[in-house]
């Protein structure tokens, strides 16, 4: 939503979660952070060419192999850290949040790249038990995604922090606007809903529930007349043999059920 702009744009400082920031205010040091949408070049452009079958299951293998892969190192790394002492433990998220503070330098520069690197280093060091610290890690690292226009990948770190913190609103209100943008409205309406039940004061995410039902309205009629007119093209196609065309025929909807039933329909005979 447009209302939401200045709150996504900000990065957290603080791993303090007693409280979740609201809508309207995320502190630091110096204040409220803030910043301005900007365009960027060709260089962010997340698209991709339409993949061949044999590249789709290279792909596809690629994927599972690289996810064995991150189970295994992520089991790994699970054993080392709990072979550490809690002061080792707390060292190293120490220099994490150091890393992170040095990427939201970063990001108030607008060196989104710069940025990211410094968060993903920083969730490279967190212990695993740093749940609410790695949670706004992640959500950082959404933000320099959503700068970057790669909005799949800022919606998968948003889920990742939620995953952790369920509790997260910023992270769920971000998400549900990378929703909206990239035209999931059903996933964005959840989110919005989500984000009023921890706190209904936000008044973004409660405009959002009441305009959003009437687009996913909209959108699903839109895509029943495409489903209907493909569906007449293909019966004209098969029906033009016999003489006949889907113009033959009534599609009528009972108001009751929904459904719909085809009648014939009788056509004057020429004099």
Same mark, same amino acid.
Not at 58 to 65: L, R, T
Not at 227 to 243: A, H, Q, R, S, T
């Given at each position: 939503?447009?209302?939401?702009?200045?709150?996504?744009?900000?990065?957290?400082?603080?791993?303090?979660?007693?409280?979740?920031?609201?809508?309207?205010?995320?502190?630091?040091?110096?204040? @409220?952070?803030?910043?301005?949408?900007?365009?960027?070049?060709?260089?962010?452009?997340?698209?991709?060419?339409?993949?061949?079958?044999?590249?789709?299951?290279?792909?596809?293998?690629?994927?599972?192999?690289?996810?064995?892969?991150?189970?295994?190192?992520?089991?790994?790394?699970?054993?080392?850290?709990?072979?550490?002492?809690?002061?080792?433990?707390?060292?190293?998220?120490?220099?994490?949040?150091?890393?992170?503070?040095?990427?939201?330098?970063?990001?108030?520069?607008?060196?989104?790249?710069?940025? !990211?690197?410094?968060?993903?280093?920083?969730?490279?060091?967190?212990?695993?038990?740093?749940?609410?610290?790695?949670?706004?890690?992640? $959500?950082?690292?959404?933000?320099?995604?959503?700068?970057?226009?790669?909005?799949? $990948?800022?919606?998968?770190?948003?889920?990742?922090?939620?995953?952790?913190?369920?509790?997260?609103?910023? &992270?769920?209100?971000?998400?549900?606007?990378?929703?909206?943008?990239?035209?999931?409205?059903?996933? &964005?309406?959840?989110?919005?809903? %989500?984000?009023?039940?921890?706190?209904?004061?936000?008044?973004?995410? %409660?405009? &959002?529930?009441?305009?959003?039902? /009437?687009?996913?309205?909209?959108?699903?009629?839109?895509?029943?007349?495409?489903? !209907?007119?493909? @569906?007449? /093209?293909?019966?004209? @196609?098969?029906?033009?043999? !016999?003489?006949?065309?889907?113009? $033959?025929?009534?599609?009528?909807?009972?108001?009751?059920?929904?459904?719909?039933?085809?009648?014939?329909?009788?056509?004057?005979?020429?004099?």
């Amino acid at each position: 939503m447009a209302g939401n702009t200045n709150v996504l744009d900000a990065v957290e400082e603080y791993s303090d979660f007693t409280s979740n920031p609201t809508p309207l205010e995320v502190q630091d040091e110096d204040g @409220l952070i803030t910043t301005d949408t900007v365009k960027h070049n060709n260089d962010y452009d997340d698209t991709t060419d339409t993949e061949s079958s044999s590249e789709k299951d290279e792909s596809e293998s690629y994927d599972k192999e690289e996810t064995e892969r991150l189970k295994s190192e992520a089991k790994e790394r699970q054993r080392c850290e709990d072979e550490m002492t809690e002061e080792e433990r707390e060292k190293l998220n120490r220099e994490s949040n150091g890393l992170k503070k040095k990427g939201n330098d970063f990001f108030r520069e607008k060196e989104y790249t710069d940025a !990211f690197n410094m968060y993903t280093k920083s969730l490279l060091v967190c212990p695993l038990c740093y749940t609410k610290d790695r949670a706004i890690m992640y $959500s950082n690292r959404a933000a320099c995604y959503m700068k970057m226009e790669k909005y799949e $990948s800022a919606i998968e770190d948003s889920s990742k922090a939620i995953e952790l913190d369920t509790g997260y609103i910023k &992270a769920l209100l971000r998400r549900a606007e990378l929703y909206e943008k990239t035209d999931k409205l059903d996933e &964005a309406l959840s989110d919005y809903q %989500r984000v009023i039940e921890l706190d209904p004061s936000i008044h973004s995410a %409660r405009a &959002a529930c009441v305009q959003l039902p /009437e687009k996913i309205k909209d959108r699903n009629e839109k895509l029943k007349d495409e489903m !209907f007119g493909k @569906l007449k /093209e293909l019966g004209n @196609l098969v029906l033009k043999p !016999f003489g006949l065309s889907t113009d $033959s025929f009534k599609l009528q909807q009972n108001p009751e059920t929904g459904s719909y039933s085809i009648n014939m329909q009788n056509t004057p005979k020429n004099s």
